[in-house]
């Protein structure tokens, strides 16, 4: 009755589409994403960017002559740790070098980056509710999982320009460039893909996420093997891997081999893969209920078990399986790194920018104990990061709301703040010992050296508990002063500590900046003999600044949302 | 007997704002006080500071005899608290969630655990992630439950239930209540409080603007009268204490403050009432009393 006074025009046009198609919204929800992702997909793209920088300028920089550049190139074609860590040599060209050096780790930041921003924008929207809203709005049925997915593709397209741009910039051939940044985004591209799937498998975010990762780790690990198991070719500068790195997205990317041959069609392959992820997600996705996976949620025990009884139960069972994480990480990394200690002194007659590097950190020693000193800062700092990691989540209990009904009972702050604090310090001295065990053990297995070299090794490790302790010390007094700071503080405390380890001498940092450090007052065992003093020092550091914290979060109110 | 809670003008602010601005609350050992007002009244900011998780700026607070800032662990294992917005540990199962806070407060009685489950109809051995609002709610409830305590202290503990739950957690308030435990039980659903509580403190902008019984606040108020009469009740808008006075045929209708009732009624018995029903205050009414000016403050910008 009250119709016909509308006119015509505006009726059409607000008369909502009947139908619409699986993707209707597709702009608006990808707008929405890229709004609240803006902060977090630069920060991994600068991120990458800075690490792509220094990777291939380091490479560019470091070979002047043709025979420089073939005798790289052939060490990297033969020697094993090269072929796992770097992938297939593709060789004697500035560009392939570069490439090869710089690939495999950008290529997995990349992938992970890829992985988080789907799960984000999928199954975390889900557990979150708000894909719920969502749905219930005129969204089409697949329009957030392509949605995850654009967004992911634009962050690695991005990435993989700015590789490009690198490139471009270290005077390196287009052609090779632009291969090269299609090569890393296209890795990107496919583990978007794989997850898509995942987000429609498991149940929960983490699940998830962790899922692709461990497809990710698979991926690595198949390459790796296929790279192994490759024959060296065209000189001795190129090596042409085994089928394994075939069934692998990451080396995928790798057999683009830029400046070699630029096989673009390796590219086409990996776009075709992930738009296939996709598609087998969309299929997933029409077959499941909102908020659930395929594979079923794992039903629990309906009694806590004895294990979980009391407040230390319960901080062990949030925190073992990072600290089981770490550890198996950890481990594979020190075993790899005791793997190369026979072959430092070869290594290092190829690297001299290394080799500068490790002689000034202990001048006159031999280069295996300079290197195996080296390796134990970097791996000391990568525990302080553990500590950090664990001690962060007193802050993740409380903002997450889980604090309340635990202070609420008969346990005092202090006991609970004990409860996490245990397992950062326990678990950091268990995880060097392992850094330590497994770095020796694999040196003396490699090199048939004497079994007394795991005494040096070992205590090298040890040696970095106490200023692991002092980055943890520093999480604890940020959580009791400024408690919504702790993660930035704590993971910058982290970031500065590797900036000053890894790239000080590079960056030509003053003394007094590094000496902010707790790992520049270490000791560099094996190299030099321990001074107890520094460890002392640090040790107090650590206990004061953690007993103040402590201490102040027992006067503070709780920091919870009202 | 010695009251379980009384705060004598206790303040809390948080930066400018004054989240509690002079609470003077009593409540008596053994009865179930329902603690009233809308959300950011200052009910849960009440709440974390009677169970010392936030400190009071100033003013005094005791529960069960103790400090409850000083004496937090002392004073927990006598009490349970039962939280408004409850969150738990994504990878734990309600049935290891439930033991764990029961074990931290001191102890779970088990046989009590798994009939309160069993009554509130949760199923244990799902993961924490897993559970809905409401489900999440029946875990803290049914942990809060299980313990044996002299005082329960619910922040909104029905909200997400159904109406079945509902009355299964009345049914269970009015179970511990009978077993002579005290329970502080705020809330915005008033006709909750109705049904459980014996008396109410309301709460407006941190401060109590009304405690007592229900019958006690009800006297402050005005009671609704609907009556027939043999002679029409000529001039009765002059009448002092009457209002909203609406006439359909020989029915009136009025509302009268209590301290005119008594005149009120005798006055009208001399026009021959032939049927009178009355009708108390609800707490809604007493309610809108104390929040009347905000709403007609809000009416008028809307306006």
């Known amino acids: 009755m009250s119709a016909p006074t509308v006119p015509d025009t505006t009726r059409r046009s607000a008369r909502p589409r009947v139908g619409g198609t699986h993707l209707t919204g597709l702009a608006r929800l990808l707008r929405l994403a890229l709004r609240r992702d803006r902060l977090v997909l630069s920060a991994w793209v600068v991120g990458i960017g800075v690490i792509g920088v220094s990777s291939v300028g380091g490479v560019t920089q470091r070979f002047a002559s043709e025979a420089e550049r073939t005798s790289a190139a052939a060490f990297s074609a033969d020697n094993p740790i090269s072929r796992v860590f770097n992938g297939p040599a593709g060789g004697a060209d500035l560009g392939a070098l570069a490439f090869t050096e710089s690939f495999v780790i950008l290529a997995v930041l990349v992938a992970v980056m890829a992985i988080q921003a789907v799960v984000r924008h999928t199954r975390a929207e889900e557990d979150a509710g708000r894909a719920e809203l969502l749905g219930s709005a005129a969204v089409g049925r697949h329009a957030r999982l392509v949605t995850a997915w654009v967004v992911a593709a634009i962050a690695c397209s991005t990435a993989g320009l700015v590789y490009t741009a690198t490139m471009l910039g270290s005077g390196l051939a287009p052609a090779g460039s632009l291969a090269a940044g299609a090569a890393l985004a296209a890795v990107g591209l496919v583990f978007a893909g794989v997850a898509t799937v995942t987000a429609q498998a498991f149940s929960s975010a983490r699940a998830a996420t962790g899922a692709g990762v461990a497809a990710l780790g698979g991926a690595f690990l198949l390459r790796a093997v296929g790279d192994l198991g490759g024959e060296v070719a065209d000189g001795g500068t190129v090596l042409v891997s085994a089928w394994p790195s075939w069934l692998s997205p990451l080396g995928w990317g790798q057999q683009v081999r830029p400046f070699l041959d630029d096989r673009w069609w390796v590219v086409v392959v990996a776009v075709l893969a992930s738009a296939a992820l996709v598609a087998a997600a969309a299929v997933l996705s029409a077959r499941r209920d909102l908020g659930v996976g395929i594979l079923p949620a794992r039903r629990g025990p309906d009694r806590a078990p004895r294990s979980l009884r009391g407040v230390f139960g319960l901080a062990w069972r949030l925190q073992r399986g990072t600290l089981l994480a770490w550890g198996i990480g950890l481990s594979i990394i020190g075993t790899s790194f005791g793997a190369v200690g026979e072959g430092v002194e070869e290594l290092l007659a190829e690297n001299q920018e290394l080799a500068d590097v490790l002689a000034s950190a202990a001048p006159g020693s031999s280069p295996t104990d300079t290197f195996f000193a080296f390796t134990m800062t970097l791996l000391g700092i990568a525990v302080g990061a553990f500590v950090v990691q664990s001690l962060l989540r007193l802050r993740g209990e409380e903002a997450g709301g889980r604090l309340e009904p635990v202070l609420a009972s008969a346990v005092s702050r202090v006991r609970w703040m004990a409860s996490h604090l245990v397992i950062a310090i326990a678990g950091s001295a268990v995880l060097l010992l392992v850094v330590g065990v497994t770095t020796g053990a694999a040196y003396i297995a490699a090199s048939g050296a004497d079994t007394s070299a795991m005494g040096g090794i070992v205590g090298a490790a040890l040696t970095q508990i106490p200023a692991a302790w002092v980055l943890g010390g520093l999480t604890v007094l940020a959580f009791a002063v400024v408690p919504r700071w702790t993660a930035a503080v704590g993971w910058s405390a982290v970031g500065f500590t590797f900036v000053v380890g890894q790239l000080g001498d590079a960056l030509d940092l003053p003394q007094a900046v590094g000496n902010l450090s707790p790992f520049t007052h270490i000791p560099a065992m094996p190299a030099v003999d321990p001074d107890p003093l520094p460890l002392l020092v640090l040790s107090a550091v650590a206990v004061v600044s953690t007993l103040v914290g402590v201490a102040i979060l027992r006067r503070r109110d709780l920091a919870i949302a009202a | ?303």
């Not at chain 2, 409830?141 to 503990?157: I, K, R, S």
């Not at chain 2, 019958?215 to 609704?224: I, N, Q, S």
């Not at chain 2, 403050?257 to 009432?273: I, M, S, Y």
Request: net charge negative; with cysteine; aromatic share 4%.
């Open chain 2, 1 to 303: 007997m010695q009251d379980a809670i009384r705060t004598r003008d206790l303040t809390k602010s948080f930066g400018e704002v004054r989240a509690l601005d002079g609470v003077d609350l009593t409540v008596r050992t053994g009865e179930v006080h329902g603690f009233l007002g809308p959300n950011g009244a200052g009910k849960s900011t009440t709440m974390r500071t009677l169970l010392g998780l936030l400190r009071g700026d100033g003013g005094e607070v005791e529960l069960l005899g103790g400090d409850p800032w000083r004496d937090a662990v002392s004073l927990h294992r006598r009490l349970a608290y039962v939280p408004g917005d409850v969150h738990l540990w994504p990878n734990l199962t309600g049935g290891e969630a439930i033991d764990l806070l029961g074990d931290l407060r001191g102890g779970v009685d088990r046989s009590r655990r798994d009939q309160l489950l069993e009554r509130f109809d949760l199923d244990p051995t799902k993961r924490c992630s897993a559970y809905s609002k409401g489900n999440r709610q029946k875990v803290a409830l049914v942990a809060g439950f299980a313990a044996d305590v002299e005082l329960y202290l619910l922040d909104e503990p029905t909200s997400g239930l159904d109406p079945l739950m509902l009355s299964v957690f009345q049914d269970v308030v009015r179970e511990v209540k009978v077993a002579g435990r005290t329970v502080l039980l705020s809330s915005h659903i008033l006709s909750e409080a109705e049904a459980l509580c014996d008396r109410v403190s309301i709460i407006r902008r941190g401060r109590i603007v009304e405690s007592g019984s229900l019958a006690d606040l009800r006297h402050l108020t005005r009671t609704t009268l609907r009556i027939r009469t043999s002679r029409p009740l000529e001039g009765l808008e002059k009448w002092p204490g009457i209002h909203e006075v609406q006439r359909d045929g020989d029915e009136t209708s009025f509302v009268v403050d209590a301290d005119h009732l008594a005149a009120v009624v005798r006055d009208v018995g001399d026009h021959g009432v032939i049927a009178l029903t009355s009708n108390p205050p609800t707490l809604e009414q007493l309610f809108m009393h104390h929040y009347g000016d905000d709403l007609g403050a809000t009416t008028a910008v809307v306006a």
